[in-house]
């Protein structure tokens, strides 16, 4: 039996200290860089960074340099945060707990902390790459499809169609489409980024990013499961407040039941995606059972 | 004597119809991409595409390749206007003369279209590289030289400055650096980027830099006085919109006339730095000029 605890904590710990040392060396420590830092250690599960050294681990080793590369996809998850919680998008006042940086600093300081962390990540990769004696087409292949799933092949697109739908009923395969790119996106690419510098021929790649497409859902519909029955002191956001502002969710269009369900066939589906891969694996497979069992 | 005008007509027209093509195989053509397409088509001067162009010109070639990573500038730039203009930040309504993002759309779109065009000159960026023969090395020191002085290490530390500094009188030296940060680093990556694309070897990457560094400066105080003095119907911004803001800005702390004679001086040490090179450098010559006296 995996013990995912300890692997969690010890990963997360790897990644909280490089998040740590990239802000350090950032060449001004002024009121951007304050509320960048402020965002990104905030606390987060660092599941995104987690999943591309586990990807990387399931096809050969997850080393210092592949925790070192997954800090981007926390800059960029953080950058999404910030400015999908800005007054003119979601309008939230809490996450993970804490203010959301435009409450805690300024609407203009949100927009350029966000910038800030987008434009960082591709930095660190470039920086990665050009230190790396092997191929520079690897990076390059990173960097690209970390470009295209945050912007309008992915996250950018999703969150404006999450907007522009609130209070508009969608259908199941417009919510699905739409949460594909919001959420499922940078999870993709989390992934394919650790199958990529772990070294993984097509079909290993090609079979982690079904894993990966089948988790990013079942991550979303669990994020709206909790909003409508959670606990807001272990989700660090309000409950309810999707329903409050006319989001569509998956319990608002299936009923939490089935949402329950469908979260669990999801799970399987990941799960049989990883079939080809040896116990190598088995933190992948755990953090399936724990993205879905989780209450935070 | 070189005709500039017409240089400016055909690499203008090259790089519109590349940013165009860019636009056209986005893989959703939706109201955040109505939003990109809205800003970038409002008909900028494209002057960091022409300075990327030119630098590889006065150094190698500027072959279509560099007029297709060269639409990475002018996304960038685009998205920091847009996100420059927002309520929060600027709170500008005019923008080239039409109205801003944000007033046509609305302010989230704004926020996401930025967000696209940001991640696009990355995307694009990679996938350039990818596409290339020759050395990935130099499109990975592209890709990090754009990011460091889009974010932290220039656009966003400098935009941060401005916004955080109106109505509190700068020194020379503050406003110097803070205006290197803001404008002067995109121009300071547009010009390295046409250097490496085009082959500079380290002197003549350090020359071209030397000259983007007084062409920046020189950049920003003319579009000051253009503020001050300026057309409306010319420069598409609302003249004295600065000084009602109160904006640091070099009439501001030195007066007018030692601004004029200040740009002049940046030019011919920006002359100077091309010393080293034959008549390729003939267009960034002339567009030093053309920075100076230009009128919008």
Redo the contacts between chains.
Sequence with gaps: MFELKGYLQTRRHAVNREIERFLNT???Q????EA?RYSVLAGGKRLRPILCIAASEAVGDGNATVVSASCALEFIHTYSLI?DD?P??DDDQLRRGKPTCHVKF????A??A???L???A??V???L??RQSR???I???V??IL??R????GM??G???D??TQGTPLGLSQLKALHRLKTGALIDASVATGALLGGANAEQEQALRSYAGHMGLAFQVVDDLLNVKGDTRLTGKAVGSDCAKGKNTFPALMGTSASEKYVIGLRDQALQALECFDKKAAPLRAIAHYIIERNR
């Design positions: 950032l060449p001004y002024s009121r951007v860089v960048m400015h800005l003119a998008m300024d609407e203009s300081t927009i350029l966000g910038d800030g987008l434009t960082l591709f930095e990769l470039a920086d790459g050009l191929s520079d087409r990076w390059m292949k960097i690209q470009a295209y945050a912007g309008v092949g950018v697109e969150q404006m169609r907007i522009g």
